[in-house]
């Protein structure tokens, strides 16, 4: 496996040297920097098996309603959640700087992903890609938790700004019933002010406090990356028929 895994990075490594043409060089602290561009349609490498197991989910903040908030300057957090047992932890500046699942564009992985500030906007919208490498091992009730701040501008008396305060916090449920449940695509949520403890439960949603009576505020887009979980409606649709809800399938003998 390993062989085939750096067979194959080698191979990668020689096609965009031989695609990708230096356009520009530039000198820096650390010695000339060459910057690459690729042709929109370089020569096919061929296509090759998956030598690591490949699971990523991919999300896109697209934009949020918050006019009925005290926020003006607005972060999204997003971090990943196995269990609702528990309230949502108190929000902490800055955050705890942890190894998790979210990987930054400079390949440092977080438990946590924070979009741009925006700044004096009721209504933001987003241009932020987020990526997640999924643990195989998620469990039933795994999601997603998308935290709004208002975030204080520093004072110029130079005293120490306030805490960020809370405004609304929107949930994505990843599994059900032991299925993968988000798709490729637009996702549509509503916004609420606090979640109680166990708030994926039916019986606990009227217990919630919604922003404008649980009218879709926030919108975001998914992509899974998986050699795992099977992406396909129509294959997932035929694996749901045996999926009894209790972790076995129908017809199969139990002790």
């Given amino acids: 496996s390993d062989v085939c895994s750096s067979d194959l990075a080698k191979q990668v490594l020689r096609h965009a040297e031989k695609t990708a043409l230096a356009v520009a060089q530039s000198g820096g602290g650390g010695g000339n920097v060459t910057r690459y561009a690729a042709p929109f349609n370089p020569p096919s490498i061929g296509l090759a098996p998956h030598v690591e197991p490949v699971h990523e989910l991919y999300v896109y903040l697209s934009s949020a309603d918050l006019s009925s908030t005290s926020g003006r300057n607005v972060l999204c957090e997003i971090t990943l959640r196995r269990s609702d047992d528990a309230p949502l932890p108190a929000p902490s500046r800055p955050p705890p700087d942890v190894d998790g699942p979210f990987v930054s564009i400079t390949g440092v992985r977080r438990a946590y992903f924070q979009s741009t500030l925006t700044y004096h906007q009721k209504k933001p919208t987003y241009f932020s890609e987020c990526k997640l490498l999924l643990p195989v091992d998620l ?117």
């Fill in 139 to 255: 469990g039933p009730r795994a999601h997603l938790v998308f935290t709004f701040y208002h975030v204080p501008l520093p004072k110029k008396t130079g005293k120490k700004t306030e805490d960020v305060t809370p405004l609304a916090v929107a949930t994505l449920p990843l599994m059900q019933d032991g299925a993968w449940m988000v798709r490729d695509g637009e996702a549509n949520l509503s916004l609420a002010a606090t979640l109680p403890p166990h708030y994926l439960d039916a019986e606990q949603q009227e217990h919630i406090k919604w922003l404008d009576s649980g009218k879709p505020l926030f919108t975001l887009r998914t992509r899974l990356l998986s050699s795992i979980v099977p992406v396909g409606d129509a294959l997932q649709r035929t694996l749901a028929l045996g999926y009894t809800g209790r972790g076995a399938m129908v017809g199969t003998a139990s002790a």
